[in-house]
């Protein structure tokens, strides 16, 4: 998910085109596209541990979520309607560290914006049953305020219980 080329104008061009009309340009920019879609497909489950950048994905999780989110191939448009494409069944956990604390109910819950968007883009595309760990204060971590351990003992507990 390192550095991958944000969707720009022929990826678009290419995307919303039957594949025997694409340029070669179009054709390019689909190609990472396409095997990120193939390796997401293959997946029963997907596991996604991701910082948070201002409240939301980073850029690099961004541009893979361009990348997979495919028409045609992971959502289909029927005349208004938007479906997903994932087959039924599947299931994702995304792991969420943040430096700050935005478990639900504390004061900061409502500017986890990361959270419900990976859970909102997962269920477009037709997985529905997603899972949400928090791994927040990660800064107690970098200051040395918990010990490693101590830090990780509960989050490994959710894990599991989501696995
Ligand atoms: C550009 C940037 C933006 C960040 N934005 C937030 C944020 O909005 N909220 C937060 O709690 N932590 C924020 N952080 C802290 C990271 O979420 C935290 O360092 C990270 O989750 C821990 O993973 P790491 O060890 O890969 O840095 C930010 C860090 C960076 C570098």
Do not use: C
């Amino acid at each position: 998910m390192t550095n991958l080329p944000f969707v720009d104008v022929q990826w678009i061009g290419g995307a919303y085109s039957p594949p025997e009309e694409h340029t070669p340009e179009q054709s390019a920019a689909l190609r990472i596209s396409d095997d990120l879609v193939a390796e997401f497909l293959s997946a029963d489950e997907i596991v996604l541990g991701t910082p948070m950048y201002n409240f939301n994905v980073p850029a690099n999780v961004k541009a893979w979520i361009d990348h997979i989110v495919r028409v045609g191939k992971t959502f289909e448009i029927k005349d208004t309607e938007l479906k997903g494409l994932v087959p039924a069944g599947r299931k994702a956990t995304f792991i969420v560290a943040s430096g700050s604390n935005f478990k639900a109910g504390g004061p900061r819950a409502h500017h986890d914006h990361e959270s419900p968007y990976l859970q909102a883009i997962f269920n477009f595309i037709g997985i529905t049953d997603t899972n949400v760990i928090l791994a927040g204060d990660a800064k107690d971590l970098s200051q040395g305020k918990v010990k490693e351990v101590d830090f990780l003992k509960p989050l490994i507990e959710e894990v599991i219980a989501a696995a």
